[in-house]
């Protein structure tokens, strides 16, 4: 997949490999320069002629334009690499920061926001094989005679959902069977922290009811209430502060059936909100994580994104609030 990245970043921004390739020969040429004008002095001569490599002395290294040309292709290549990074501050006082990144969403640092159904179903034989939930669940670390994934995470979600609180979230006319079992239904953007131990870590996952699930493995949201739980979540979020500083968010709910949405379109969507409501989030970063796959076949445009969200961070929203 990294070399898919690599190649798909070399193709489409040749351009500006070239002009890359240009700018650092112009800084090659300087170097050679400098360095040349060094060497030929008695004393950085007498030792860069008795110290070597490959019965190379260090003098010929270091006068070899061979060095420099390779040089200037390698740092090249690593500013087209470097263009699937993103990471800038919103200019709007709260020392708030957008991050965009691009790979496995459990590797970034934060609460983890993980999309989940309405009925916080944990089952695979519900919730099927695809969904980022289901990947967590397989990477649940559990020590010998523990129970299963499934079970500590249905657990988990279930001692939540018992306290108080949660009583408010049930739609209390509504039950909903799958599989022969019977669950409650809560209300869309409800959320339940848990912590479970992913890979040999303990995590912070933050589970978002977005989805309704309608039959196995086929989640089905609308556009209209995808984007009314994004803002649901940013207001929980306000509401319940912890000792997270950063929440890592996938571009969710863009794999359930009924979302005429683009991926690219939700994507912005979360960004936009998040500069909207830093002010008052208790965060110190929102990290936007991108599924490598959805670069890859385009359905994610991580270069309009990224502009996007400078933008964002370079002229925030609230510039235009009318002061009383």
């Given at each position: 997949?990294?070399?898919k990245?690599?190649?798909k970043?070399?193709?489409a921004?040749?351009?500006?490999?070239a002009?890359?390739?240009v700018?650092y020969?112009g800084?090659a040429v300087?170097?050679?320069?400098?360095?040349q004008?060094?060497?030929?002095?008695?004393?950085?001569?007498?030792?860069c002629?008795?110290?070597?490599?490959?019965?190379i002395?260090?003098?010929?290294?270091?006068?070899s334009?061979?060095?420099?040309?390779i040089?200037?292709?390698?740092l090249?290549?690593v500013?087209?690499i470097g263009?699937t990074?993103?990471?800038?501050?919103?200019?709007?006082?709260?020392?708030?920061?957008?991050?965009?990144?691009m790979?496995?969403?459990?590797?970034?640092?934060g609460q983890i926001?993980i999309?989940?159904?309405?009925i916080?179903?944990?089952d695979?034989?519900?919730i099927?094989?695809?969904s980022?939930?289901?990947?967590?669940?397989?990477?649940?670390?559990?020590?010998k005679?523990?129970?299963?994934?499934?079970?500590?995470?249905a657990d988990?979600?279930?001692?939540?959902l018992?306290?108080?609180e949660?009583?408010q979230?049930e739609?209390?006319?509504?039950?909903?069977?799958?599989n022969?079992?019977e669950?409650k239904?809560?209300?869309?953007?409800?959320l339940?922290?848990?912590?479970?131990n992913i890979?040999?870590?303990?995590?912070?996952i933050?589970?978002?009811?977005m989805?309704?699930?309608t039959?196995p493995?086929?989640?089905?949201?609308?556009?209209?209430t995808?984007?009314?739980?994004?803002?649901?979540?940013?207001?929980?979020?306000?509401?319940?502060h912890?000792d997270?500083?950063?929440?890592?968010?996938?571009?969710?709910?863009?794999?359930?059936?009924?979302t005429?949405m683009?991926?690219q379109?939700?994507?912005?969507?979360i960004l936009?909100?998040?500069?909207?409501?830093s002010?008052?989030?208790g965060?110190r970063?929102l990290i936007?994580?991108?599924y490598?796959?959805?670069?890859?076949?385009?359905?994610i445009?991580?270069?309009?994104?990224?502009e996007?969200?400078?933008f964002l961070?370079?002229?925030?929203?609230?510039?235009?609030k009318?002061m009383?």
């Open positions: 997949m990294r070399l990245i690599f190649l970043n070399f193709v921004f040749r351009k500006a490999f002009k890359s390739v700018i020969a800084a300087a170097a050679h320069e400098v360095i004008w060094i060497i030929d002095s008695p004393s950085a001569n007498e030792f002629q008795n110290c070597g490599f490959l019965g002395s260090l003098y010929d290294y270091l006068n334009p061979w060095l420099y040309l040089a200037v292709v390698i090249s290549l500013t087209q263009f990074r993103f990471s800038e501050k919103i200019r709007n006082g709260t020392n708030c920061e957008i991050e965009i990144s790979n496995d969403i459990f590797r970034n640092k926001l999309p989940c159904n309405n916080f179903a944990s695979s034989s519900i099927g094989n695809s980022i939930q289901a990947q967590m669940t397989k990477r649940i670390h559990q020590g005679n523990s129970p299963s994934p499934e079970s500590c995470i988990k979600i279930s001692q939540k018992a306290l108080p949660y009583a979230c739609v209390s006319d509504k039950l909903r069977t799958l022969g079992r669950f239904v809560y209300e869309y953007g409800t339940v922290p848990i912590t479970v890979d040999k870590k303990e995590r912070d933050l589970l978002l009811a989805s309704e699930i039959s493995g086929v989640p089905v949201v609308d556009r209209a995808l984007l009314n739980n994004i803002d649901k979540m940013w207001n929980y979020i306000a509401a319940h912890t997270n500083d950063t929440i890592v968010v996938p571009v969710m709910g863009t794999g359930a059936a009924r005429p683009e991926k379109l939700v994507a912005r969507y936009y909100s998040f500069a909207e409501n002010h008052r989030l965060l970063k936007l994580s991108v490598p796959e959805d670069y890859v076949n385009n359905s445009n991580l270069k309009e994104l990224k996007y969200a400078s961070c370079r002229f925030p929203n609230s510039d235009f009318i009383d």
